[in-house]
T-cell receptor
Framework: DTGVSQDPRHKITKRGQNVTFRCDPI?????LYWYRQTLGQGPEFLTY????????KSRLLSDRFSAERPKGSFSTLEIQRTEQGDSAMYLC??????????????FGSGTRLTIV | KQEVTQIPAALSVPEGENLVLNCSFT??????LQWFRQDPGKGLTSLLL?????REQTSGRLNASLDKSSGRSTLYIAASQPGDSATYLC???????????FGKGTTLSVSS
């Protein structure tokens, strides 16, 4: 296992189009997270899965955003009707966690989204 | 609401200097703290993870300390090299949730 993989690395799309990103976590990690990072800022939490269940969503995740993690493996993040403000780096991370435990996060290389 | 602040926002040093990056957080009830490195346009690479019961962690030329009671962590880099040039991010995870809360980072430039 070579770590967390994200696809595509870069995506340029016209405003109003839909886009979908994919994240493949480290296989033994049960938790998967999506973050968004804009220039000069730290990553901001979007949503989190434990296995296939989506357990937490940030208020940043508007109704145009949807995330899935079927069968608790890879995850997809879809943005519908993209807007200029959606331009950002979208980061995926995974971790191994249990009751009261968290063993640190591993991040992928990110997907850079540019809305034109 | 947890807030993480990193000072300074940017730092330029000549090669060979020892340096300290600072991170402070407003809620001391954290589960652990993690330092990351980010190269321009890239993802995050984990450097050090400190559990709340620990006071410090070391990896090579890096040493991170944690003082929960004062809400502070420092990342010490010894004998800096041009290859250390990157943005360093501090993040905490609270006991009440599982999302990492990040600071804005310190951008380090090491000149040869």
């Amino acid at each position: 296992d070579t770590g967390v993989s994200q696809d595509p690395r870069h995506k340029i799309t016209k405003r109003g189009q839909n886009v979908t990103f994919r994240c493949d976590p480290i296989s033994e990690h049960n938790r998967l997270y999506w973050y968004r990072q804009t220039l000069g800022q730290g990553p901001e939490f979007l949503t989190y899965f434990q296995n296939e269940a989506q357990l937490e969503k940030s208020r940043l995740l508007s109704d145009r955003f949807s995330a899935e993690r079927p069968k608790g493996s890879f995850s997809t993040l879809e943005i519908q009707r993209t807007e200029q403000g959606d331009s950002a780096m979208y980061l995926c991370a995974s971790s191994l966690g249990g009751t009261g435990a968290n063993y640190g996060y591993t991040f992928g290389s990110g997907t850079r989204l540019t809305i034109v | 609401k947890q807030e993480v602040t990193q000072i300074p926002a940017a730092l330029s040093v000549p090669e060979g200097e020892n340096l300290v990056l600072n991170c402070s957080f407003t809620d001391s009830a954290i589960y652990n703290l993690q330092w990351f490195r980010q190269d321009p346009g890239k993802g995050l690479t984990s450097l050090l993870l400190i559990q709340s019961s620990q006071r410090e962690q070391t990896s090579g030329r890096l040493n991170a300390s944690l003082d929960k009671s004062s809400g502070r962590s420092t990342l010490y880099i010894a004998a800096s090299q041009p290859g250390d040039s990157a943005t360093y991010l501090c993040a905490v995870i609270g006991q009440a949730g599982t999302a990492l809360i990040f600071g804005k980072g310190t951008t380090l430039s090491v000149s040869s």
